[in-house]
């Protein structure tokens, strides 16, 4: 479960520490509060898009930090894999620096990104509102009973992941074929010439940015007089009896005399110590770059050498850079492999196909009936789910249909049809359910999936939206009881929700002055609680009423 959260200069935050505990968590603050930049924040130790716009004070780098206590996950071969600490308590950090590049860690071991990720997708799930339109997407609806399937009968798994695998083999032998039929029209003259062009971009062994190295190396070996004596110039410039280090130092000492009449000749001061500083720095580099400027005819002549082979390359094959040359041998390469006639066998290759897609033609027809045959127990089980938060009629319905050739999930077609009232027909979910309806199958679908791949941590982005009074309260019932077995931090507008909560945080605004605001977050004891209660009940103008309905919510 997350522990704790700590973030710094990001967005409207400048520094936030919370702690968390298991169970469900409720946060709730006015729009604009800053609740979605927690939500960002998750989102960055979870691998998400690092936004250099967010940084609070863009001298100083965003640092997200959370602590997880993953006691219950067996992480250790992970851990071993990537040579980190495998400790009870994890820690995930990321940092986005000023110049917009992050760096992300586990347990203080750099980390790239793509394996922070694919790791906190293990940890943590965040639900945000657009989710719910997920459930309208067909392989979403495959994956969903696949997943449960899989959970009840792990053979159906390991049965799929094979299909998978042979169906992706399958795809490339196909392409293979395709193109060795096409290619075996193409002359001989044609492999010679594209081999040709191949070797020679091989042997110049490009490297991509080294033409814009090249370059500046070149211009500046060939022009080191004329830099030198411009070097020199300024030097003068600097160091001569009346030059500018020596006018600041006499202005610096001048102005010393005079500074404790007056605060601004202080400044004035001290600006003036600080620009002698720079000016004395500048000298001290431009000397010791203009010493090492030496002339290396031998190196000028292989730097020309090198560019003229690059230009010319790049003219011969009409593009403009390194880059697309190497793009150009890329697609050379493939060409020759495909021409290289003596390494193919077409005969063995169509041998092949033909059986893996008898193969692939039975394990599909396989794969259907247990999927068919298992959609109708969670039918039953999320209608009974929907039954719970206030859909007492609901029919659902996973309607497969039969593919003209099977793809890489099999031979099905699915369609979820719903109806939410009596005597409706079932019909396509995207055109009948409301998003209130949606938000609820949905957090239907979740609470399965999590039962079979737990999540430590689960945070619920305003997911009951489109609900309100006696459902809002069945939705947040609901939600305490996912939480008996995971750690749910859920973002809500509700006070039937939010009293049903465990812990309720508030995130609030506060004005620093200079127009500038930040967020903070509090964890309320019982008397601000009622308050937060009373305010989501009636608004900013707390009534009487509202405080007496709070006080009820919560059964003090």
């Not at 702690?19 to 603050?29: A, E, H, I, W």
């Not at 033409?211 to 001569?240: P, R």
């Not at 692939?360 to 999320?382: H, Q, V």
């Not at 019909?427 to 199958?441: C, D, F, N, T, Y």
């Amino acid at each position: 479960m997350l522990k704790n959260l700590v973030i710094n200069n990001f967005a409207t935050i400048n520094q936030l520490n919370i702690d968390f505990s298991s169970g469900f968590s409720v946060l709730t603050g006015q729009t604009g509060s800053g609740k979605s930049i927690i939500i960002g924040a998750l989102n960055l130790i979870s691998g998400g898009r690092a936004d250099f716009s967010k940084l609070n004070d863009k001298t100083k780098k965003i640092v997200i930090e959370a602590e997880f206590d993953v006691s219950n996950f067996n992480f250790s071969n992970f851990f071993h894999h990537h040579d980190i600490d495998n400790e009870k308590y994890l820690i995930i950090r990321r940092e986005v620096l000023p110049n917009g590049k992050s760096r992300s860690f586990i347990n203080d071991t750099p980390v790239r990104l793509e394996i922070l990720k694919n790791f906190s997708l293990k940890i943590i799930d965040i639900h945000s509102q657009h989710e719910n339109l997920l459930v309208n997407d067909e392989f979403f609806q495959l994956n969903f009973l696949d997943n449960l399937l899989g959970s009840k009968n792990p053979q159906f798994l390991d049965f799929l992941t094979e299909y998978q695998k042979k169906f992706s083999a399958n795809q490339f032998l196909s392409q293979k074929i395709d193109q060795f039929r096409q290619n075996s029209k193409l002359q001989k003259e044609e492999f010679e010439n594209f081999n040709f062009l191949l070797s020679e971009l091989q042997n110049a062994n490009l490297k991509i940015g080294e033409k814009k190295e090249i370059s500046e190396k070149y211009n500046l070996l060939n022009n080191v007089f004329d830099i030198k004596k411009t070097l020199n110039k300024i030097l003068t410039f600097l160091q001569n009896e009346n030059g500018v280090i020596s006018s600041l130092e006499k202005s610096s000492s001048l102005l010393n005399s005079i500074s404790k009449f007056n605060e601004k000749l202080v400044n004035f001061s001290d600006r003036i110590s600080s620009n002698l500083i720079d000016f004395k720095d500048l000298n001290e580099e431009i000397n010791l770059f203009q010493d090492r400027l030496n002339v290396d005819q031998n190196k000028i002549e292989e730097l020309e050498v090198r560019l003229n082979l690059i230009n010319s390359l790049e003219e011969k094959h009409l593009v403009s850079s390194v880059e697309q040359l190497l793009k150009k041998q890329e697609e050379l390469s493939k060409k020759v492999s495909f021409l290289d006639l003596s390494k193919t066998d077409i005969t063995r290759l169509e041998k092949d196909f033909n059986e893996n897609k008898e193969w692939l033609f039975n394990a599909s027809n396989s794969i259907s009936k247990l999927r068919r045959d298992f959609s109708k127990n969670i039918e039953l089980k999320l209608i009974q789910d929907l039954e719970q938060l206030g859909i007492n009629d609901a029919k659902i319905q996973f309607s497969f249909k039969d593919l003209d050739s099977f793809n890489y999930y099999g031979k099905d077609s699915l369609e979820l049809l719903f109806s939410a009232n009596k005597g409706h027909d079932l019909k396509p979910i995207q055109k009948v359910a409301s998003g209130g309806e949606l938000s609820r199958l949905m957090l239907c679908i979740k609470k399965h999936l999590y039962l079979t791949k737990k999540s430590s941590t689960i945070i619920f982005d305003e997911i009951d939206s489109g609900v309100s009074g006696k459902v809002a309260e069945k939705v947040g019932f609901f939600m305490k009881e996912i939480s008996k077995k995971q750690q749910i931090i859920a973002i809500t507008h509700l006070p039937q929700i939010a009293s049903i909560a465990n812990d309720h945080y508030k995130v609030f605004k506060n004005e620093l002055g200079d127009e500038k605001i930040e967020t903070k977050i509090n964890l309320l004891d019982d008397k601000n609680r009622v308050l937060e209660l009373a305010r989501l009940l009636s608004g900013e103008e707390i009534t009487d009423e509202a405080i007496a309905n709070a006080e009820k919510m919560l059964n003090i």
